[in-house]
């Protein structure tokens, strides 16, 4: 399918988009050496010493360019599944000429398991997740405890995993994850630390009056007089 989003001119990611398909491919051993296929995304930039954050579903690339010149030493890495969403917002960047922005054409759950190093990333932006109403289609929702497992990983310690979004189903879903991952686990004569810990949703400076985030998919939600779900996930 073709949105049509180049207008007829051509998209060009340039050395601003990155494809998931040119990595070369995960060994065989892979299930017994975690770190057999890890690169380090943080060299895609001009300054990979850089604070590093991940944006998850990043579509048109709204966010990335309006919080990218806000941060720019900050380096933000939108990973994005669609083909043509990928390539529109990659030659965004381009255009604006980002330093420290990068576009990802791939499988964010497949490349946060199987391709990043551990604590690298200080922020993991999921908003507006494809919810998969279906519930033959659950398990392909992005928020899964497997998923929280991962984005634990690479986190760095007390990085923020944010999410925001408009169905209330898969808010429900969500809470219900939530709730298993932000609770000590009580055993014999002590208390576990819960992985995570839940902390009220504060806007980006990007976002507009009335916004949460900013993003394309929050403008036409908010026009259709959908409410919005939002917090943080902090990393213990």
Do not use: C
């Amino acid at each position: 399918m073709s949105f049509g989003l180049g207008n007829g001119r051509t998209l060009e990611p340039g050395t601003h988009g990155i494809k998931a398909d040119t990595f070369p491919p995960l060994p065989d051993d892979i299930n017994a050496r975690q770190d057999a296929a890890w690169l380090d995304p943080r060299q895609w930039f001009t300054d990979p010493s850089k604070r590093f954050e991940i944006e998850i579903g990043s579509g048109k690339g709204t966010f990335l360019l309006q919080q990218g010149e806000l941060e720019p030493e900050t380096n933000f890495l939108g990973i994005e599944w669609a083909g043509e969403f990928f390539a529109y917002a990659a030659d965004r960047v381009r255009r604006k000429g980002m330093d420290n922005v990068r576009l990802l054409h791939g499988d964010a759950t497949e490349f946060l398991r199987w391709r990043l190093p551990n604590e690298i990333a200080s922020v993991i932006h999921l908003y507006f997740s494809d919810p998969w109403p279906k519930s033959r289609h659950h398990k392909r929702r992005v928020v899964q405890d497997s998923f929280l497992v991962q984005a634990h990983r690479v986190l760095k310690p007390g990085g923020e995993l944010r999410i925001v979004t408009d169905h209330a189903e898969y808010w429900q879903w969500m809470e219900e994850h939530f709730d298993r991952w932000t609770t000590p686990a009580v055993e014999p004569h002590r208390a576990t630390p819960a992985p995570w810990q839940r902390q009220p949703f504060n806007r980006p400076a990007s976002a507009g009056d009335g916004e949460v985030v900013g993003t394309n998919f929050e403008r036409k939600y908010a026009r259709e007089g959908r409410p919005f779900n939002a917090t943080i996930l902090k990393k213990n």
